[in-house]
């Protein structure tokens, strides 16, 4: 029973490198999503999909791109990495529809990036 | 602007007592609330949640108040014990968001239960 799984866990990129960061859930969830967490500014919502091929942007979605080829994988893409994108990542997930019965998201264990 | 607000960053309680944490919100359009705890280095993990028809929720030693008319929602741990020690985030969803609900996120509430 994996859940949602980031990797890696831990990454350093130099200022103007690319990398992507890997998300993947076997829960069959249509709505996976992108955060990133800051000191003093909670959980910032990146991009986000509700399904295979629909994607849409989040509050700060600038430097980052994303795809969704299939359910299961949502991967999140620095395309030339700043100082600015050192940060905690998650990617979370979720069934589309929220109700009273708690389908609430499901988190991964997040990826502490560092860019120097 | 803050939709979701948790004005305390951090709390410290004696275990074995009653740990309140508050959360505040804006838009009259959320009808579903929800509270996540978060230890370090790991993801945050769903706790209870409440919808806007119900005034309280309650599941174990955690209960969750609603009250529609001030805004305003708390989290309570009855009684405390040291592995409560997290930071916990109050989060919101709009109801005219449709089924591709965003959550909204407060900034957290850093709870340290002392032995």
């Known amino acids: 029973n994996a859940g949602v799984t980031q990797t890696p866990k831990f990454q350093v990129l130099k200022t103007g490198q690319s990398m992507t960061l890997q998300c993947a859930q076997d829960?069959?969830?249509?709505?996976m999503s992108w955060y990133r967490q800051d000191p003093g500014m909670g959980l910032r919502l990146i991009h986000y999909?509700?399904?295979?091929?629909?994607?849409d942007q989040g509050e700060v979605p600038n430097g980052y791109n994303v795809s969704r080829s299939t359910t299961e994988d949502f991967p999140l893409r620095l395309l030339s990495a700043a100082p600015s994108q050192t940060s905690v990542y998650f990617c979370?997930?979720?069934?589309?529809?929220?109700?009273?019965?708690?389908?609430?998201?499901?988190f991964g264990q997040g990826t502490r990036l560092t860019v120097v | 602007d803050q939709q979701v607000k948790q004005n305390s960053p951090s709390l410290s309680v004696q275990e074995g007592r009653i740990s309140i944490l508050n959360c505040d919100y804006t838009?009259?359009?959320?009808?579903?609330f929800l509270w996540y705890k978060k230890y370090p280095a790991e993801g945050p993990t769903f706790l209870i949640s409440?919808?806007?028809i119900k005034d309280k929720n309650e599941d174990g030693r955690f209960t969750v108040f609603l009250n529609k008319s001030a805004k305003h929602l708390s989290l309570h741990i009855v009684p405390s014990q040291p592995g409560d020690s997290a930071v916990y985030f109050c989060?919101?969803?709009?109801?005219?968001?449709?089924?591709?609900?965003?959550?909204?996120w407060g900034l957290g509430t850093s709870l340290a239960v002392n032995p």
């Open positions: 979370a997930s979720r069934p589309r529809r929220l109700s009273e019965a708690g389908t609430e998201a499901f």
């Open positions: 829960m069959n969830h249509e709505y």
């Open positions: 999909s509700v399904g295979a091929g629909i994607t």
């Open positions: 838009n009259s359009m959320f009808d579903y």
């Open positions: 409440i919808s806007s």
């Open positions: 989060a919101a969803s709009p109801s005219n968001a449709g089924n591709n609900r965003k959550l909204i």
